[in-house]
């Protein structure tokens, strides 16, 4: 009998071919290409001004690249309105500045996460179903019991919390995290990470977090990404992440190699 058959790989949920992405006049990231594997968790790590958040940005169609695509499984490239627009139908992001609205109720900002679903000029009230839906989503992050209290009034760890409930109301296929866990104690961002490992168990999911917990970027991911000066430094399973490959993305930027 002939040697055993490796399995296939997995698909691509994503793939960035020779992305580069300019602001303000320069590159922020320079010909950088990637796979996001289907159903994984992907971290992104490296030092600040690198391009972590303009990657984020770029996966999500927020911003345009100058050169390279970014394409998605069964949409196709990002650079098609149609394919944007179905794109950003199946993804959900947790912004690091939560993007919350203080004066309304936490379970309101989590409905906005939907808003997208009906008229944006309607004057009717949310569904039952839906509101029951925000509400399970909620439950998810341990703020059920915060559901009506006004935004503006929630601690800052609960404030993201909110953002990440807002994020799962979608039910979506891709999880976009941008330092979704910067406002919570570790406690509670392994609670969360748990959480969204779970989900991601299920099946139907896949996340890519930015993240500068390197412990949790390890204990979490299924793959690491790191960012350096713009371009891809590190691109291996999250065991590989050691000390060296750290060294080697971390290091260039402590001694002023890196771009601000």
Do not use: Y
Not at 14 to 27: E, K, P, S
Not at 77 to 101: S, V, Y
Not at 180 to 188: R, Y
Request: glycine content about 12%; some cysteine; aromatic content about 2%.
């Amino acid at each position: 009998m002939g040697a055993p058959m490796d399995p296939p790989p997995a698909p691509a949920a994503i793939t960035v071919d020779r992305l580069t992405v300019q602001r303000g006049g320069r590159d922020i990231l320079r010909e950088v290409s990637l796979t996001v594997t289907d159903g994984t968790i992907t971290a992104v790590v490296g030092p600040s001004g690198v391009g972590k958040s303009t990657l984020m940005g770029a996966l999500n169609g927020l911003l345009r690249p100058s050169g390279g695509t970014v394409s998605v499984a069964g949409i196709g490239c990002l650079d098609d309105a149609g394919a944007l627009r179905e794109a950003r139908r199946r993804t959900a992001t947790i912004f690091q500045d939560h993007a919350l609205i203080d004066r309304l109720p936490a379970i309101d900002n989590v409905l906005l996460g939907l808003a997208d679903t009906r008229h944006p000029l309607s004057l009717l009230p949310w569904s039952q179903s839906l509101r029951r839906r925000a509400a399970q989503a909620l439950d998810e992050v341990g703020l059920l019991n915060r559901a009506t209290t006004r935004t503006g009034h929630l601690s800052g760890g609960e404030r993201q919390r909110v953002g990440i409930a807002r994020a799962l109301v979608r039910c979506p296929c891709l999880l976009l995290g941008d330092e979704p866990f910067a406002s919570v104690d570790s406690a509670l961002a392994r609670r969360l990470g748990e959480d969204i490992r779970r989900l991601v168990a299920r099946g139907g999911l896949t996340v890519v977090l930015v993240l500068h917990q390197l412990q949790m970027a390890r204990t979490l991911a299924d793959r690491i990404i790191g960012l350096s000066d713009g371009r891809v430094a590190f691109d291996g399973p999250a065991g590989s992440f050691d000390a060296a490959a750290e060294a080697g993305i971390f290091a260039p930027h402590l001694r002023g190699g890196a771009s601000p």
